[in-house]
């Protein structure tokens, strides 16, 4: 896969996050993992990541939310599935529309994470 063939598009944001454009949130029969396709995610973990084995923290702006997502083959390279109780949280109506998310940067992925334990599903709120 080459990078102007990628979706989706990566832009510094913030100290905390990278804009991601070009993916669409669509619902999912699976009711635990969010999906990206493997391409992409190996992309995304490999450049922004470093590699680490851990999966990567997206943010839902709209509905200020943080879900991890994994690698799936099957997933299209311009999609995210994800369960539908988070679609329903997010806002997602039918038929979905590309979006722009937030990648948490690995530091800040690393420190919500740390809340998500100390806390009662802090990782929903922040």
Do not use: C, W
């Amino acid at each position: 896969m080459s990078t102007y063939d990628l979706t989706p598009r990566v832009d510094e944001f913030s100290d905390g996050y990278y804009l991601l454009t070009g993916l669409t949130v669509v619902p999912s029969d699976d009711r635990y993992v969010p999906r990206m396709q493997s391409e992409v995610f190996e992309y995304l973990n490999t450049r922004y990541y470093n590699k680490r084995p851990v999966p990567l923290l997206i943010r839902h702006n709209e509905a200020q939310s943080h879900f991890e997502v994994q690698a799936d083959d099957s997933v299209p390279t311009d999609e995210i599935e994800v369960p539908y109780e988070l679609t329903r949280d997010f806002g997602v109506e039918y038929p979905p529309e590309s979006e722009p998310l937030l990648l948490a940067k690995p530091r800040h992925a690393h420190h919500i994470r740390n809340l998500e334990r100390v806390g009662n599903n802090v990782i929903d709120r922040l």
